[in-house]
């Protein structure tokens, strides 16, 4: 019977990031637009704090919370 060889170690590469994105050129001058949300809320409701919402992507099996 052959003697076990260990198995041959998994190399990991991992990519680091050498520099930040560039800069967002569309994401300011949205008032008409924040304007139409701000008219679907019922009124009263921009008092207190903030609502928010955050997601990984990753899909989650039906049913789950």
Aim: proline share 12%; glycine share 16%; hydrophobic share 35%.
């Amino acid at each position: 019977m052959a003697a076990a060889t260990a198995p041959e170690p998994i190399t990991v590469v991992t990519a680091v990031p050498q520099q930040l994105p560039s800069d967002v050129a569309h994401f300011t001058g949205r008032e008409r637009e924040l304007a139409g949300l701000d008219a679907l809320l019922p009124a009263g409701t921009g008092e207190g704090g903030a609502t928010v919402g955050a997601g990984d992507g990753r899909p989650r099996p039906r049913g789950s919370p």
